[in-house]
């Protein structure tokens, strides 16, 4: 099986993940990303035009929104350890992979807008003793107001209703909101890394999958559809 001009995989994992302390998630990703991948060589649609591979989840996923209103959407979006494209920069994480998950979930789920988008910069630790800046260059911190851009830029077309961000110490993030101009509304803490390459390699070779020495981890959307009412979640991947 070969797959021409292929520059970037999107995989897809299914309605399995659980609303679990963050180990646990990680451990279910791995798991999720191997039985998705085991069912490539006989399920996959290729996007010629933009040289994409889609590698569906082998569970159903045809979940649907029958009435938009009646549900909220939130999206997490983890930048990896090796999510940058740039051999200069290593650690710039590029902005364009805000649109680029944005747009596979609304195809996944038939939307136009979710109602919170949460972003996790790799790298930022939050430690309640320790709320300085010093592990943060300038460059970085330009770089992650870069990616904001790019999140204000959905916002201001009414595709995201509230951003958030994730490991911001309070001297962080009263320095992020005097250069940004949507401010964030949400501040998680306790992400890390939930893919590390290491871990990544190991299921492509496992699964025997083509690219085995070409592919690197870039991202990770994690997404809940809440049913408002009830409050009950009806779908997640």
């Known amino acids: 099986m070969s797959f021409p001009d292929i520059n970037t995989v999107i995989i897809y994992t299914g309605n399995v993940m659980k609303q679990a302390n963050i180990n646990t998630f990680k451990n279910e990703l791995a798991s999720c990303l191997e039985n998705s991948l085991k069912n490539v060589h006989t399920s996959y649609h290729i996007d010629q035009t933009r040289g994409i591979l889609e590698v569906p989840s082998p569970y159903d996923q045809s979940f649907k929104l029958k009435d938009r209103n009646d549900f909220e959407i939130t999206a997490k979006l983890f930048y990896l350890p090796s999510s940058s494209t740039s051999a ?4 710039i994480p590029p902005p364009s992979y805000i649109s680029q998950s944005l747009h596979h979930l609304f195809c996944l789920l038939g939307i136009t807008y ?7 910069f790799n790298g930022l630790l939050f430690d309640d003793q320790e709320q300085d800046d010093s592990n943060l260059v300038m460059d970085d911190f ?3 107001v870069e990616v904001w851009k790019e999140l204000e830029f959905h916002y201001g077309n009414d595709r995201i209703k509230k951003l958030g961000v994730s490991e911001f110490t309070k001297n962080r993030f009263e320095r992020f909101l005097n250069v940004v101009e949507v401010p964030p509304k949400i501040d998680q803490i306790n992400f890390k890394n ?3 390459s290491t871990t990544f390699q190991k299921i492509l070779k496992d699964t025997r999958f083509p690219f085995t ?16 009412c009830r409050e009950v979640v009806a779908n997640k991947g």
């Open 114 to 120: 979710i109602d919170s988008f949460i972003v996790y």
């Open 194 to 196: 939930i893919l590390p």
């Open 213 to 228: 020495s070409e592919l690197l981890p870039r991202w990770v959307l994690k997404y809940s559809v809440l049913v408002k």
């Open 88 to 91: 200069d920069n290593p650690s």
């Open 142 to 144: 330009e770089a992650l």
